[in-house]
Every structure is written in structure tokens, then in C-alpha cells.
């Protein structure tokens, strides 16, 4: 049976909170595998009538962050890490489409590798089945991470 | 190529070195790339090289080039 989150199912994987829940709803996820879903962006979205005021659309710094939320999703639902918080480490993104009010960004996640609190993941985002947002990920689970860290050297 | 090339190779490109820095050993945390996600990609790359998974007290312990090459004779790497 396919798994999703509706929008109070997710945010129990998922410890970001508005104004910067960036993913209203998780369609399908296998944990450690993927996870795909969305995000509505309305007129009233907090950032639009500043960005721009006279051609509002979605900042690149927030279509990442949507894309990490999304791939949050498919690591904490692994068993034992519900609601953990994540990092960034590294991302390579590419921005291809201006993301406007009233539309949909619907959101595909993947993970490459989940080790030792690391995952490297790749998220695309579309409107209308356009390739609006791209990006290569690394993000990380602080918590598990600073577990393999040596000292630092006095 | 030796285990002795292949274990500097992975010190070079993970932490973008020049090879003479290796002969004064090299520690976490000493060098730009050498913080907890260069550790960790250094690990993993060890790991594929060695084809072998290494427990998290030697992960840890892992702390500078010299002793990484104790710390892999555990697991009958001898560079």
C-alpha cells in the first residue's frame, strides 16, 4: 500500500513550522528511498509582497529549502529518527522557471546514500510538469553525525 | 598501485593537498577540507578503496594521517 502524509501527518517528520513549512503535503515516501509531494504557493505566502511587489514570485533560496524539506521526509521516516532535525551541508541547485502565485510546485526526492547520518539526494521540482528547480543535496542529521567526529586537536 | 599510494590518493583529493604536506602528517580539523563532512567522505572513500567497514570507536579515533595507518592495520590494511 502507498504511503503519504497529509499536512498534520508530516509534521511529524518534519520539525520546520510556518512561515517556514516549506511542503503542504508528502503523496508518496518509502523511508531511506524517496519522497514526493507538494507545495501550493497562494498570494498570501508572506514573501510576495516583497519580493517583488510588482512581480511576485518564489525566492530560489525557498524552492531549495522546499526541496530539502521533501527529502528530509524520506530519512526521518526511517525508523527511530521521527522529527529529527536536518542540516544542510552542501547543494548544487539550478533554478529553470520563476514560481508564481497560484501555482503548485510539486516535489521528487531521491536518496543516493543514507550513512552515518549523511544523505546525498537529488530533488526536482515542476509546475505544469515543467522543470522549474533542480538541485544535488547533502544534508545531514547533526545528532548522528557528531556521533563519528574525532576531537579537535589541542 | 600500493596501499601506500592509494592511502595518500585519498588524503590528496579529499582534502585537496599537496603531496608534501603528508609527510608532516596531517590532522582533523588542520586543513581547510579536513571538517566533519570532509571526515566522513573521507571514511566512505577509504572504506570503497580497502573494501572494508569500519567500526564507529576507529571512525572516531581516525584523527590524523599517521593514525589512520594504525588504525587500518586492524583491519589487515598494511600501508
Not at chain 1, 517528520?13 to 501550493?40: C, H, W
Request: one cysteine or more; charged letters at 30%.
Amino acid at each position: 500500500m502507498k504511503k503519504s502524509l497529509n499536512s498534520n501527518e508530516l509534521l511529524l517528520y518534519q520539525p520546520n513550522r510556518y512561515p517556514f513549512l516549506m511542503i503542504d503535503y508528502v503523496t508518496s515516501y518509502v523511508p531511506g528511498k524517496y519522497a514526493e509531494g507538494y507545495k501550493n504557493f497562494t498570494n498570501n505566502e508572506w514573501f510576495f509582497p516583497i519580493h517583488f511587489k510588482d512581480n511576485p514570485n518564489v525566492p530560489g533560496a525557498l524552492q531549495l529549502e522546499c526541496m530539502a524539506q521533501m527529502l528530509t521526509v524520506a530519512i526521518t521516516t526511517l525508523p527511530g529518527l521521527k522529527g529529527k532535525i536536518t542540516h544542510a551541508l552542501e547543494h548544487k541547485v539550478r533554478f529553470k522557471k520563476e514560481i508564481k502565485p497560484g501555482d503548485k510546485l510539486i516535489l521528487k526526492t531521491k536518496v543516493l546514500n543514507w550513512k552515518r547520518g549523511i544523505c546525498d539526494g537529488l530533488a526536482k521540482g515542476f509546475v505544469d510538469e515543467d522543470l522549474a528547480c533542480e538541485a544535488e543535496m547533502k544534508i545531514t542529521i547533526p545528532e548522528i553525525l557528531e556521533k563519528y567526529i574525532p576531537s579537535k586537536p589541542k | 598501485m600500493s596501499n601506500k599510494e592509494k592511502y595518500a590518493k585519498v588524503f590528496i583529493k579529499c582534502f585537496s593537498l599537496d603531496k608534501n604536506k603528508l609527510k608532516k602528517d596531517v590532522k582533523y580539523n588542520s586543513v581547510p577540507k579536513w571538517d566533519s563532512v570532509g571526515h566522513m567522505n573521507m571514511i566512505a572513500k577509504l572504506e570503497e578503496e580497502f573494501k572494508i567497514s569500519m567500526e564507529m570507536d576507529d571512525i572516531i579515533d581516525f584523527s590524523s594521517f599517521k593514525t589512520g595507518i594504525k588504525i587500518l592495520k586492524k583491519y589487515k590494511i598494511k600501508i
